[in-house]
């Protein structure tokens, strides 16, 4: 999902429910808070419909970065 300021969000997952999971993947070691952009504004645009946003990346542990948002090891793909 695109937003006209550039922040975008690489994969948006929606239960029939309507709740949402924004995930954007990154291929550092590292999460950045910028990293989180357009989660955060993904957040602001759906509210709390939105229930998690996750930003996949090279590292082994899970890093709180506020509210419903986290940075979590790619492999959490395959656990």
Known sequence: MG??????????LES???S??????KAGVTAYPDDFRGLR???????DS????V???DIETIVPFG???YAAPI???WA
């Open 20 to 25: 949402l999971i924004g995930v954007e993947v």
């Open 75 to 77: 492999s959490c793909l």
């Open 50 to 53: 939105l229930k998690l946003g």
């Open 16 to 18: 029939d429910d309507g």
């Open 67 to 69: 509210g419903r948002l």
């Open 55 to 57: 930003v996949l990346y």
């Open 41 to 47: 504004k993904l957040a602001t645009v759906c509210g």
């Open 3 to 12: 937003f006209k300021d550039q922040a975008e969000v690489d994969l948006v």
